[in-house]
């Protein structure tokens, strides 16, 4: 499959692979400037007027959708990926097709050799990991006379609309979703790191040994997630002399800690009850978010016609794998 001989070896490639794929940058010239900034203007009197130019042939996405601009799709990166936890965490990147992640399924291991004996050696198993591209879509309808008001600004109105709708579909599909027709959720990639020792309950003792459950290299750049039900109970937690257990950053420009590691809360983890994942420890680069292309937006006016509206899809496609399961583990509850 590959010449990758050990398991250091193949990370240092996963992670050039990374690498490789975020840093295809290149300033555009000034006629790709001139060509963007015509689209722009072309894609805006669409949105309003309906009547495509010859600037949007090239952004044509077929069956009357048109990719959005540059700067519109920056915008909406930016605005995702400040109400995204796991897009601030993970490693977002563009996709052209579907990805084959080359994994190590099972590590090879060194293996002691009696004397006149045959040496019998374990391989390194590979695996695959595909990431693909599911569709997301989110509707928005706008009356005429909205349209006619010079001071509406409708492109503005579709992508403020469209990030906080996609935004909360994206964040619960990374976390919970179940793979049918959107992405497989976090907790389902991440293997059981520890387990409470007591049922229905969570001490810093289970945290500790959640975090020494993942390997050393991955606890370099980990955090913690914790659900909102965690941490409340973590923070009930005092010492032997009364004091709070919990201590938090006074600094305002720093993110709390617990145990030495930053945390955050999310509302998508379980809360501290039997089988329950209450927390994930590790180190989120290698949960990889993979768009497909650029996202793209219809506009639908024979439909809302006799109601005096059009309405508007927007559009994108995208998928997020854990490429190195054990990078992030989590915590069970304990039936």
Excluded: C
């Amino acid at each position: 499959m590959n010449n990758t001989k050990t398991y250091s070896e193949h990370l240092a490639k996963l992670n050039a692979l990374r690498e490789e794929i975020l840093g295809i940058k290149r300033d555009p010239t000034a006629e790709e400037r001139k060509i963007e900034a015509e689209y722009a203007v072309a894609f805006k009197d669409m949105l309003h007027t309906g009547m495509p130019q010859k600037a949007l042939r090239r952004g044509s996405a077929g069956s009357g959708s048109f990719l959005v601009p540059d700067t519109f799709e920056k915008k909406i990166v930016k605005a995702l990926t400040d109400k995204s936890l796991l897009r601030k965490l993970g490693t977002v990147m563009k996709t052209n097709a579907t990805m084959k992640i080359p994994t190590v399924v099972a590590e090879g291991q060194a293996t002691w050799v009696p004397e006149n004996e045959p040496v019998q050696f374990s391989d390194t198993v590979y695996g695959e990991i595909i990431l693909g591209a599911y569709k997301l879509a989110h509707k928005v309808i706008v009356s005429d006379e909205m349209l006619e008001d010079a001071e509406f600004d409708v492109e503005d109105y579709i992508r403020q609309l469209f990030v906080e709708s996609i935004s909360a579909a994206e964040e619960t599909a990374f976390f919970t979703g179940d793979g049918k027709g959107k992405p497989l959720g976090i907790l389902h990639q991440a293997s059981v790191g520890a387990v409470t020792t007591e049922p229905n309950a969570i001490d810093f003792d289970d945290v500790i040994n959640l975090i020494h459950s993942v390997k050393e290299p991955y606890r370099k750049n980990a955090v913690l997630i914790l659900s909102h039900d965690a941490l409340s109970k973590l923070r009930l937690q005092r010492l032997y002399h009364g004091r709070r257990a919990f201590d938090d950053s006074l600094k305002d420009d720093e993110n709390d800690t617990l145990l030495g590691y930053k945390y955050y809360v999310s509302d998508h983890l379980d809360r501290v009850e039997g089988g329950g994942k209450p927390i994930l420890f590790g180190d989120f680069s290698y949960f990889w978010i993979g768009e497909r292309g650029k996202r793209s937006v219809k506009r639908l006016v024979e439909r809302y016609a006799d109601h005096g509206q059009v309405a508007y899809i927007t559009s994108e496609r995208v998928d997020a794998k854990l490429v190195l399961p054990e990078a992030v583990k989590s915590l069970e509850v304990k039936a």
